[in-house]
């Protein structure tokens, strides 16, 4: 018995050990408030970072979409059997029952959004990656070759800028950019807690008086300063 337990002992360190060789990351991480166009400054970003590797295997992606397709795929659902936990209001008490007894298989909101962190947890440990949403800021926290932003703007400017990509009123423009921040913000919610944003982002740039080439340059600056290749 004690020579197994002396093996155990043996190969676990051995299994951490090389874990600990394995270095996680690096990657991006951009929050966005509605309406800053997160994936324009993403698509962006990864262009610029890419047109200085050589190596086509050392290639940065740009992630966001995928995110929710491989949850999906991963819980064995349509991928929009779960795409409220992004858009629409959380389940209540009564589509909570109703889903349990109408579908073989139920899912409850906590179970989705723990598999999408274990999607975003996977992506970001590989490494070279710019994930849009998804609580990346959270969940790859732990990563130390990574630099979290958080894109803001004035409501106002956000509500012009809903106006125009869907040719709405100020008013209708005004009342969805409400909605998706109260969405995203319960989104969030489950991840974060009550943590501020001051313990959560390295990097907050304001959409409104930088321009994108400007927030670029600014991300790129601080991942060259922390070694991120």
């Not at 995110?67 to 389940?91: M, R, S």
């Not at 982002?201 to 790129?220: G, W």
Request: net charge positive; glycine share 4%; proline share 2%.
């Amino acid at each position: 018995m004690e020579n197994l337990f002396l093996h155990y002992m043996n190969e676990r360190k051995k299994r951490e050990s090389e874990t600990a060789k394995h270095e996680l990351g690096p990657v991006i991480t951009i929050s966005r408030e509605y309406g800053c166009y997160g994936g324009e400054i993403a698509n962006l970003l990864t262009q610029r970072i890419n047109e200085k590797i050589d190596v086509k295997r050392d290639q940065w992606v740009f992630i966001s979409h995928q995110v929710l397709h491989d949850a999906a795929k991963a819980l064995d659902v349509n991928p929009t059997e779960i795409t409220h936990i992004f858009g629409a209001e959380q389940k209540s008490f009564f589509d909570d029952m109703f889903s349990i007894f109408s579908s073989d298989r139920y899912l409850s909101d906590a179970q989705i959004k723990r598999m999408l962190a274990q999607v975003v947890r996977s992506y970001s440990e590989q490494g070279r990656a710019i994930i849009v949403g998804r609580a990346g800021c959270v969940v790859a926290k732990h990563i130390e070759k990574s630099v979290h932003v958080r894109l803001i703007a004035p409501l106002d400017w956000r509500i012009n800028q809903i106006k125009t990509r869907f040719n709405i009123s100020t008013s209708a423009a005004a009342a969805k950019v409400k909605e998706t921040d109260k969405r995203r913000e319960n989104f969030m919610e489950f991840y974060r807690g009550n943590k501020p944003d001051s313990e959560l982002f390295d990097l907050i740039l304001n959409r409104s008086t930088l321009s994108s080439e400007e927030i670029v340059e600014q991300i790129c600056l601080l991942c060259e300063r922390r070694g991120m290749k």
